[in-house]
């Protein structure tokens, strides 16, 4: 029941959240600042995910040994 929940949170964040705000900024409910705020905020938080995996990934094989002679 727990993944399920996670998974409906994603879901709600990562498509109902974005769909709201473009049909807001479309209906002149919110205004348009929303909108480039909300994206500059996307593209930052997918520039940390990707990096921070790709360092967490490193240091699990750095940790482990995986590349040592």
Same mark, same amino acid.
């Given at each position: 029941?727990?993944?399920?929940?996670?998974?409906?949170?994603?879901?709600?964040?990562?498509?109902?959240?974005?769909?709201?705000?473009?049909?807001?900024?479309?209906?002149?409910?919110?205004?348009?600042?929303?909108?480039?705020?909300? @994206?500059?905020?996307?593209?930052?938080?997918?520039?940390?995910?990707?990096?921070?995996?790709?360092?967490?990934?490193?240091?699990?094989?750095?940790?482990?040994?995986?590349? @040592?002679?």
């Amino acid at each position: 029941m727990g993944n399920f929940l996670i998974l409906t949170g994603l879901v709600v964040v990562a498509v109902f959240v974005p769909i709201a705000v473009i049909i807001g900024v479309w209906a002149n409910v919110l205004p348009d600042v929303i909108a480039e705020y909300t @994206s500059i905020v996307g593209v930052a938080l997918a520039i940390i995910f990707i990096i921070g995996g790709n360092l967490y990934c490193m240091y699990g094989d750095i940790k482990t040994g995986r590349y @040592s002679k």
